[in-house]
């Protein structure tokens, strides 16, 4: 018997997932806070396009607006609920379905961030578990409409990492790695920590370049000033989970300890890492946008605090000093609130870059 879904926010990331689950024979139940979203995907159903013709299908979905996720109260309880969220909204989208999950039931964070202790909070530790999508690149840019910028990573990489809080592999990380192995490769792992904080360095030099420059992603990495203060950037969060205690893994697919060497200063590195970033910018399309670059252009609040805000936030705790990162959380929140608008300048002009 196949298990009750729900996912919770269903963007860019739980719209494509879901639509795969949908395919494959599922029926997952999308909640949504986008009434135009939700109007298009109950008339014509998730529309995915990528890099090539295989990816693209549209399927069926049952989706409801958030204000009527209460009628879920009639029907059988959730098994799964996917929490795809963005940060700041994670505790009470968990608040939201935890009263309909069945008493074995629990969440998934499938986020950015590291939001497991606040899905915990609600959930409780042992109904929370966490996944991450690395490189995914998924846009929601019309109402019932998810484009993916980068090629599908096979078996060339593993996209989705599926994890216990506590590090044990467990029959319902291996059965949540099953469904999101529907959409991508995937794999559990033991070290959801550290994996987590690995792929917050990548979304720290990403995201909020391109929300406060107004570059694509390609255009970021081209760009030398700008690839030399965001590889700064990962590099200052790479020694900040070192110094945490993480077992950091592979960021982007590359060596960590390279991006801190690089944000330091040493030229062999730097070089390394610029040529490796280069390549795979030639695999992206030039069109793609970081997650938070597409927030700002639609207006919406950030994940600022909780990406580079948290490495600030942690820095601080154990003495360190992360100066990088502290200017682009400046900068991002200015741009934000109206203060600025989106500038390449911002990078060029500051001190030190």
């Not at 999308?30 to 529309?47: M, T």
């Not at 695999?283 to 793609?288: F, L, N, P, V």
């Not at 805000?309 to 959380?329: F, Q, S, W």
Request: aromatic share 6%; proline share 4%.
């Amino acid at each position: 018997m196949n298990p009750r879904i729900a996912i919770v926010s269903a963007g860019a990331v739980g719209g494509y997932v879901g639509a795969h689950f949908a395919r494959a024979g599922l029926a997952p139940i999308l909640i949504d806070a986008w009434p135009e979203h939700v109007e298009h995907v109950r008339k014509h159903g998730i529309s995915l396009t990528g890099t090539t013709p295989e990816e693209s299908f549209n399927t069926s979905m049952r989706i409801m607006h958030i204000t009527d996720a209460q009628q879920l109260h009639r029907e059988g309880p959730i098994d799964i609920a996917f929490i795809c969220s963005k940060s700041y909204d994670t505790e009470w989208s968990a608040m939201l379905i935890r009263q309909y999950l069945t008493p074995n039931g629990f969440a998934v964070s499938l986020q950015n961030g590291i939001n497991e202790e606040r899905l915990a909070g609600v959930m409780g530790w042992g109904r929370t578990l966490g996944c991450i999508a690395s490189k995914i690149m998924v846009d929601l840019h019309a109402p019932g409409k998810i484009h993916r910028g980068v090629a599908k990573g096979g078996a060339d990489y593993t996209i989705f990492r599926v994890g216990e809080v506590h590090g044990r592999v467990t029959e319902r990380a291996e059965q949540i790695a099953k469904l999101v192995g529907l959409a991508d490769s995937v794999k559990v792992t033991t070290n959801l920590w550290g994996e987590r904080w690995s792929k917050l360095i990548a979304n720290c030099m990403e995201n909020g370049m391109s929300a406060c420059t107004g570059f694509t992603g390609n255009q970021v990495t081209r760009s030398e000033p700008h690839q030399r203060f965001k590889i700064r950037v990962a590099g200052e969060a790479v020694r900040v989970g070192q110094a945490l205690g993480y077992a950091l893994e592979p960021v982007v697919g590359l060596d960590p300890e390279k991006f801190a060497l690089a944000g330091e200063g040493d030229a062999a590195a730097f070089r390394f890492i610029d040529d490796a970033l280069q390549g795979q910018a030639k695999k992206r399309s030039d069109t793609q946008v970081a997650s938070m670059g597409q927030d700002m252009r639609k207006r919406r609040r950030t994940e600022i605090e909780f990406l580079n805000g948290l490495v600030v936030e942690k820095a601080a705790t154990i003495g360190m000093d992360v100066p990088a990162n502290r200017a682009l959380v400046d900068l991002v929140s200015r741009v934000e609130r109206g203060q600025l608008e989106p500038d390449p300048a911002h990078i060029t002009n500051l001190r030190g870059n």
